[in-house]
Nanobody, 125 residues
Framework: QVQLVESGGGSVQAGGSLRLSCKAS????????TTWFRQVPGKEREGVAV????????FDAEPVRGRFTISQDTAKSTVYLQMDRLRPEDTAMYYC??????????????????WGQGTQVTVSS
C-alpha cells in the first residue's frame, strides 16, 4: 500500500526559505506524478507543483513560479519542494499526492488517489 510522509514545514519570516520532503513507500507504478498541494482553512486545495516520473518533467502554478522548485531523488523515493522568497500568502498546510493517471490535470485534487498527512508552513511578515 502506498504511503506518503511529508516533512520540513515550519515557521519562517517573509523572504526566508524552507524545503519540504515527501517520502513515498509502496509505489509500484511504472510512471506517475507527484504533486505538492496547499490548503488554507475555508479554501480549496491548490496545486503548487508536479514532477512526473520517470521523465522528471515539471510544472508549477503561477503564484509560485520562480520561487519554488520541485525535484526528485529516486534513490531515496523522495520528492522535494524548495521554497524560496516565501511570502505570508504562502502560509498553508502543504500536502503531497501521487497517482499514475493524472495526465495534464495535475492541479486537480480529484485526480489523486494517494495523499500524505500534510506539513504546516507559516510565513510571517
Amino acid at each position: 500500500q502506498v504511503q506518503l510522509v511529508e516533512s520540513g514545514g515550519g515557521s519562517v519570516q517573509a523572504g526566508g526559505s524552507l524545503r519540504l520532503s515527501c517520502k513515498a513507500s509502496g509505489l509500484t507504478y511504472i510512471s506517475y506524478g507527484t504533486t505538492w498541494f496547499r490548503q488554507v482553512p475555508g479554501k480549496e486545495r491548490e496545486g503548487v507543483a508536479v514532477i512526473y516520473h520517470p521523465s522528471r518533467l515539471t510544472f508549477d502554478a503561477e503564484p509560485v513560479r520562480g520561487r519554488f522548485t520541485i525535484s526528485q531523488d529516486t534513490a531515496k523515493s523522495t520528492v522535494y519542494l524548495q521554497m524560496d522568497r516565501l511570502r505570508p500568502e504562502d502560509t498553508a498546510m502543504y500536502y503531497c499526492a501521487v497517482d499514475s493517471r493524472i495526465s495534464d490535470s495535475w492541479y486537480r485534487p480529484s485526480a489523486y488517489q494517494h495523499w500524505g498527512q500534510g506539513t504546516q508552513v507559516t510565513v510571517s511578515s
